[in-house]
């Protein structure tokens, strides 16, 4: 039995074949990281699809980026069960601003989690006493400097392989079965750590016991802003940047104390970025194609032989690659042919923007800031409550390519998984399809638009614009204007400018119709008025034709979402109204769109008892326009009220709507007056 002093790198072993502790690569430990999460079933833009949840936990997790992330997913399983991805590296490339860089950062802190966790954590090994041997000079300790795992050392401590298994199965009481599947993870030291280990070798005339009194076992450092197992590769400009920041270089303090010119040692190979992820780690190249030409090809050695090559000397290092690049660098580099075995050596997955304007939501809320905004003025800076809404559907619509099959606005509400009239998924999906056929990226869907950085630009500009401050309130409306004044000032083609300023002007539309619905709800003084009234439009055409309707026309209906037992009265002058608003001429028309409504509550309360059909844009126009009118005698004339408010009683109704607004529905009183006073103009109506 081996002596006490090699007693940390025998209890090693002894936990590894235990199961307290690991020995996988890096592939192994980022798949094992993300399967172990939940794994739930999504369907996104009609498509079925997987949703890890490792990804949307956390302060600011991942959103959307669905088929990304099932791409990576995907690729580093493949690459942990030995196939070719093992030999690729992972390269995300986008427009600026789409989440490429947020995602693999946000992936790297959630690996450095997931590793510091009980029997996750990753273990190297140092030499000691090095004085000892005589040809170190002062230098008493040297570390793995590619942080090897001691099951790697293990597996090379003979110059046999048949005496490593022997060793193996004596000393940690492994099986045959399990040394074979710890050799399907071989690979040779590297040069430095050899060359040590013959040293130690000769010094103690070969003995296993005394060559192991040198070895001593500790966790790798876990270390961000060392770089230690995630670490962050930024592309430089063409003079600063050297292979030395990847590889590492000689160092003159070492060759000071080595006096064997041969040794490999007297290479430092942590002054390089690679070294240090090198034990199972994740290495991110950020813009990998802006780099020098010499420097890509040093990435092409790295990716396809997984090894540190400096001078003929070699260490293999485990390390998965993941870089990233925006589409003009990539289309500037593919354009030159003789670098074609680098991108051969990618595995490319094309970023798309966030096209689910739902979702964009949490986007348009991180551009916002989480924290309490306040003015020049240090006053508190209050938020309208249409302004998430109106960014987030101004900049989605940006970001839908035209189709002549689907108009806006229906790819706009299909993409967010929502009902477009008689259009169905079915035609967004082929419209998708279509766009991905097109060789040139930029065309596809979802490529291009208005980022999440011109997002954060628009929201500065509303916060730093003199109405703001003056007001204390950022208003929902004058960001159509900060977006107006982005897309000026930094979209560069003409088509594209005209395109997203066009944009913008259907997304005021859609806001327009927002604040007629809340405009009804503050008339009500209810701040879910509306809902119930097109939910009431719902149940009649529902109960409208059943077979236990009495003679006073109410029909009793079982409640989906409370459960409770509810009586309607069937009001055949509203529905026909609203299908009037709705421009149903025909009988058959209207019975064509009560079936379809029909159907859609029928689809939809199975799944989502919540469902309350507001996403159906053309109903709520057409239910508020209706209550307006009866209620109020038109739409007209509630603008007139709110407009000339001469007379006591229209003062009295407008007074009562700003106390609904600053009440009920989360508006402050210079929101709720500029709210008001938009709807009493003719702007943006359809």
């Not at 690729?75 to 030999?87: H, I, L, M, N, Q």
């Not at 859609?510 to 939910?535: H, Q």
Request: glycine share 6%.
């Amino acid at each position: 039995m081996a002596n006490s002093a090699d007693s940390g790198f025998v209890r090693h072993l002894q936990e590894v074949k235990a199961g307290n502790r690991r020995f996988e690569n890096a592939f192994q430990g980022v798949a094992r990281m993300i399967l172990e999460s939940d794994i739930n079933k999504v369907v996104v833009k009609g498509k079925s699809t997987y949703d890890f949840s490792i990804f949307r936990k956390g302060k600011r997790p991942v959103i959307g980026m669905y088929d990304e992330i099932n791409s990576f997913v995907s690729f580093v399983k493949d690459a942990a069960e030995g196939g070719t991805s093992a030999e690729m590296a992972y390269v995300l490339v986008g427009e600026p601003g789409n989440g490429k860089t947020f995602f693999v950062e946000f992936l790297c802190s959630r690996y450095r989690e997931f590793i510091t966790q009980g029997n996750n954590r990753k273990f190297t090994f140092r030499f000691v006493h090095m004085d000892r041997l005589g040809k170190y000079g002062r230098i008493t300790t040297i570390e793995s400097q590619t942080y090897e795992d001691p099951m790697v050392l293990a597996m090379n401590l003979f110059e046999t392989a048949e005496a490593n298994r022997e060793y193996l199965a004596a000393e940690a009481g492994f099986t045959e079965e399990a040394i074979d599947r710890l050799w399907d993870d071989h690979r040779p030291l590297g040069a430095c750590t050899e060359f040590i280990w013959n040293d130690l070798r000769e010094h103690t005339g070969g003995r296993i016991e005394d060559m192991l009194d040198f070895v001593e076992v500790f966790p790798v450092p876990m270390s961000e802003s060392l770089g230690t197992l995630t670490g962050k590769y930024p592309a430089k400009d063409k003079i600063t940047s050297s292979a030395v920041d990847l590889l590492g270089e000689e160092s003159i303090q070492r060759l000071l104390h080595i006096s064997d010119t041969n040794n490999p040692y007297r290479f430092d190979l942590r002054r390089g970025a690679l070294a240090r992820v090198a034990g199972g780690g994740i290495h991110f190249s950020d813009e990998i194609f802006k780099n020098k030409k010499d420097l890509v090809q040093v990435y092409l050695g790295v990716i396809q032989n997984r090894t540190i090559e400096i001078d003929g000397f070699k260490w293999p290092i485990d390390t998965l690659i993941i870089a990233t690049s925006n589409n003009m660098e990539f289309d500037r580099f593919l354009s030159e042919k003789e670098e074609a075995p680098i991108v051969d050596r990618c595995r490319i997955c094309y970023v798309s923007h966030n096209t689910n304007y739902k979702l964009q939501k949490e986007l348009t809320a991180y551009a916002i800031g989480s924290e309490a905004r306040t003015t020049l003025t240090r006053q508190t800076l209050h938020q309208d409550p249409n302004l998430n809404y109106a960014a987030s559907v101004a900049t989605v619509l940006s970001r839908l390519p035209r189709s002549e099959k689907l108009t806006p606005v229906e790819t706009m509400k299909l993409a967010a998984g929502e009902v477009a009239g008689e259009k169905s998924i079915k035609t967004l999906a082929e419209v998708i399809d279509t766009l991905n056929q097109n060789p040139d990226i930029i065309q596809r869907f979802g490529q291009k638009g208005l980022g999440q950085r011109n997002l954060g630009r628009a929201v500065q500009l509303l916060i730093e614009s003199s109405e703001t401050n003056e007001g204390e309130c950022m208003f929902a409306y004058d960001v159509f204007r900060s977006l107006e004044r982005i897309v000026l000032d930094y979209v560069i083609d003409a088509n594209d400018r005209a395109k997203y300023l066009e944009d913008i002007k259907t997304a005021k539309g859609l806001y327009r119709e927002r604040v007629m619905t809340e405009m009804f709800n503050a008339y009500m003084d209810e701040p879910l008025a509306i809902r119930k009234d097109v939910m009431n439009y719902v149940n009649m055409i529902i109960g409208i034709d059943a077979e236990n309707l009495g003679p006073d026309r109410m029909w009793k209906y079982k409640d989906p979402q409370s459960g409770e037992l509810k009586a309607l009265k069937i009001d055949e002058r509203y529905v026909n109204s609203v299908d009037e608003r709705l421009g149903l001429k025909t009988a058959e028309q209207r019975e064509s769109f009560r079936t379809s409504i029909r159907k859609i509550y029928g689809q939809k309360i199975s799944v989502d008892p919540e469902y309350d059909f507001m996403d159906n844009l053309e109903l709520v126009k057409a239910v508020t326009d209706v209550r307006l009118k009866s209620d109020i005698a038109g739409a007209g004339s509630l603008i007139g009220a709110l407009a000339n408010r001469t007379n006591e009683e229209n003062q009295k109704l407008y007074e009562r709507m700003i106390d609904t607004m600053l009440n009920k529905l989360g508006y402050c009183r210079t929101c709720a007056q500029k709210t008001i006073e938009y709807f009493c103009t003719q702007e943006d109506e359809n």
